[in-house]
């Protein structure tokens, strides 16, 4: 299993995934004979972007694009460091190959577009690619009640 971390050192990229309902990385397993690095990209872009298609050659263009060279290892997963900048790279290889999204109406150039105007679909595994201080979290109780009551209004 593999994935990528994209950061800045301040804020990391995540996704909501609504099944677990819980903030998670951006990964997945491995297919066949796929190296690590491979797994992470394959994994990252099926989870982002939920392409309709991704072949095979498109990855291995994208992934001559991108340094592999910064990870953090553990027995079952490895866990790729990179930058915003290039998720860009990423974002401007998808959008030359005029590849289509099921979650993208069109396809996001910039990172804001990624987390704005993402539309939710049925069968994606994240609902939302979020962004999150590199720090613990806790939430204050208020601003947990105001979600609360914020969700019961909905009903």
């Known amino acids: 299993m593999a994935g990528i ?19 998670t990385g951006i990964g997945g397993k491995k297919q066949g004979l796929e190296f690590p690095f491979q797994t992470g990209l394959r994994e990252t872009i099926e989870e ?50 005029n590849l289509k999204s099921k979650v993208y109406p069109v396809l996001p150039e910039t990172l804001s577009d990624l987390i704005l105007k993402r539309k939710p679909h049925p069968n994606a595994e994240l609902k939302w690619i979020i962004l999150v201080p590199n720090e613990k979290l806790e939430f204050s109780k208020s601003f ?8 019961s209004m909905k009903q």
């Open 48 to 97: 982002i972007f939920e392409l309709e298609h991704l072949s095979p050659n498109v990855l291995r263009y994208i992934e001559q694009e991108l340094v592999f060279d910064r990870c953090i290892c553990y027995k079952e997963y490895t866990t790729f460091i990179m930058s915003f900048h290039d998720l860009e790279k990423i974002m401007k290889q998808i959008v030359l190959y």
């Open 144 to 151: 947990l009640k105001d979600l609360e009551t914020f969700n």
């Open 5 to 23: 971390l994209f950061t800045d050192g301040k804020l990391v990229l995540a996704g909501y995934d609504l099944n677990k309902k819980s903030i």
